[in-house]
């Protein structure tokens, strides 16, 4: 079955640096999200993607964040200038035209220091 | 705003009992979708179950069943004869279909353990 994978699982980077997360969404999908967990908090909506362009971006999603689709296969979450708060777990998720089921990654864990 | 209350943060089960996660959401909406999705440790999140705000009848899924409650917009899920593969994180999600059509919104999540 087919399934949406993120790469990398685990990323560190050193504050202020620009991080890019991977997403390789479930081919014949039209709808593209990113979501991420702050250790014990919620699932938060970030960002969704429609038809090469942003559809919905929550307040989280300001202009240290920016999202791709380089390739047609590829989904990308790019953070600028990371803070220690980027510090999370982030979700990729894709859902099919006419569904209303998202289908989501394994997630990267995203350590700041 | 939509807001979706998991007040579980925790719960166990023995193998072969029921046990209920409990959700609760609050909305202005009267259309909307309701969905149940459990993330194994270190696996991606996948769905359970799924309920359609307009539908009277819960919705069920072999050993899974929902019990909506629309008026008290609660959404509880019933895990019957629980197995150990059941041991997971359980986030209870809804999806407006009027406004902000595409975004989910997720409770905290309800860590479910499985004693043998």
């Known amino acids: 079955e087919p399934e949406v994978t993120q790469t990398p699982s685990h990323q560190v980077t050193q504050m202020g640096q620009e991080v890019i997360l991977r997403c390789v969404p479930i081919?014949?999908?039209?709808?593209f999200y990113w979501y991420r967990q702050i250790l014990g908090q919620k699932v938060e909506f970030l960002v969704s993607f429609y038809n090469n362009e942003i559809s919905e971006k929550s307040e989280i999603f300001d202009d240290q964040f920016s999202v791709e689709r380089p390739d047609g296969s590829n989904f990308t979450l790019k953070i600028r200038s990371t803070k220690l708060e980027d510090s999370a777990m982030y979700f990729c998720?894709?859902?099919?035209?006419?569904?209303?089921?998202?289908?989501f990654g394994p997630g990267t864990r995203l350590t700041v220091t | 705003a939509q807001t979706v209350t998991q007040s579980q943060p925790e719960m166990s089960v023995q193998e072969a009992e029921t046990v209920t996660l409990s959700c609760t959401y609050d909305?202005?909406?009267?259309?909307?979708?309701l969905f149940w999705y459990k993330q194994p440790p270190s696996r991606q999140m996948i769905l359970v179950i799924r309920?359609?705000?307009?539908?009277?009848q819960n919705a069920t899924e072999n050993r899974f069943s929902v019990n909506f409650q629309k008026a008290a917009k609660s959404f509880s899920l019933k895990i019957s004869d629980s197995q150990l593969g059941d041991a997971a994180m359980y986030f209870c999600a809804y999806r407006s279909l009027q406004y902000n059509f595409n975004k989910f919104y997720f409770g905290s999540g309800t860590k479910l353990n499985v004693k043998p």
């Open positions: 309920q359609e705000a307009y539908k009277q």
């Open positions: 909305t202005s909406e009267s259309d909307y979708y």
């Open positions: 081919s014949n999908h039209l709808y």
């Open positions: 998720a894709s859902r099919p035209g006419g569904g209303n089921e998202q289908y």
